[in-house]
C-alpha cells in the first residue's frame, strides 16, 4: 500500500500531536491542563446537559457499535462495510492495547455513569472517530447535495458530542479524549485509502 504524500503528513501530524499529548499525561502528574478544562466543562453542569450527554456517550458503547456495524452490514452488502468493520473492530484492539501500556485511573470525580478499565486514551473517542468518521467518509460521496450536508452535521455533531461526553459525564480527562480522536483518525486515513485500494484493483 502506497499513501499519498498529503496522507502521509495527515497521520504524521496526528501521530506526533498524540505523542505530544502522550508525554504531557506521563509529565504532568498533577493534570494541571486536565483539570482546567475538566472544571470549565463541569461549570456548564445542568439537568438539560445530564439528559443529554448521558444519552449520546451510549453511541459509542461497545454493544451499540457492534449492532450498529452488523446492521450497516445486512443492509448495505457491500465492500465499504466490511471496511466499517475492520475500522471498529481495529479502534477497539487498539485502545486496548494502549490502555494496558499507559494504565492511566480514571477520574475521581463526581461521575454520572458507572466506567470500569483504564483511562487513556477514550475508547469511545476513538471508535466513534473510526465508525462515525468513516461513514463521514463515505457521506462526502453522496450526490444529493442537501441530504449529503444534512447528514456530514449529524455525523460531525455526534463525533463531537461523544468526546466531550466522555469528560462531562466524569469519566475521561480531556487529554484522554483528544488521544483518542487523533488516533481514529489515523486508523480512518488508513483505513478508507486501503478501501480506494481495493476498489481500484478490484475494478
Known sequence: MKLSRKKIISCSICLLIFILVATIVLIDKERVIDEAIYNFIFNFRCNLLDN????????????????????????????????????????????????QLFLRERPSHLKLIKQGGYSFPSGHAMISMCVYGYLFYLVLKIKNKPLKYILIFILSLLIISIGISRIYVGVHYPTDVIAGYLIGLIEVILVTEVLNIYKTRGN
Do not use: M, N, P
Request: one cysteine or more; aromatic letters at 18%; proline letters at 0%.
Open 52 to 99: 443529554y450527554f448521558t444519552f449520546i456517550t451510549h453511541f459509542g458503547d461497545t454493544i451499540f457499535i457492534v449492532c450498529f456495524v452488523t446492521i450497516f452490514i445486512l443492509i448495505q452488502r457491500k465492500k465499504e462495510s466490511l471496511f466499517l468493520a475492520i475500522s471498529a473492530i481495529d479502534s477497539s484492539l487498539l485502545t486496548w492495547l494502549l490502555k
